[in-house]
């Protein structure tokens, strides 16, 4: 598994973004996000890199180099992935 995002929530205010999404992304696989404007792609790719920290779920992304990971808002993660 390369990326793995389980039960991502993240709002803006009142407006919920990604509303409890799941979805993994295989060692070969060929991948697409798509969807309407306003339907959260972009919020999930800058939670995948780090750029945003969801409030609750997981996110997940496997390298090379090792893995980066990021539970809610009560990781001690601090804005910048182990991989920059």
Same mark, same amino acid.
């Given at each position: 598994?390369?990326?793995?995002?389980?039960? /991502?929530?993240?709002?803006? =205010?009142?407006?919920?973004?990604?509303?409890?999404?799941?979805?993994? /992304?295989?060692?070969?696989?060929?991948?697409?996000?798509?969807?309407?404007?306003?339907?959260?792609?972009?919020?999930?790719?800058?939670?995948?890199? =780090?750029?945003?920290?969801?409030?609750? =779920?997981? /996110?997940? /992304?496997?390298?090379?180099?090792?893995?980066?990971?990021?539970?809610?808002?009560?990781?001690?993660?601090? =804005?910048?992935?182990?991989?920059?």
């Amino acid at each position: 598994m390369i990326i793995n995002i389980e039960n /991502v929530n993240k709002s803006f =205010g009142s407006k919920h973004i990604l509303n409890n999404i799941s979805f993994s /992304v295989q060692e070969g696989e060929i991948f697409a996000l798509i969807g309407p404007n306003g339907a959260g792609k972009t919020t999930t790719i800058r939670c995948i890199f =780090g750029e945003l920290m969801p409030e609750s =779920g997981k /996110v997940e /992304v496997f390298f090379l180099s090792g893995q980066f990971k990021a539970e809610g808002k009560n990781s001690c993660y601090d =804005g910048r992935p182990s991989y920059l």
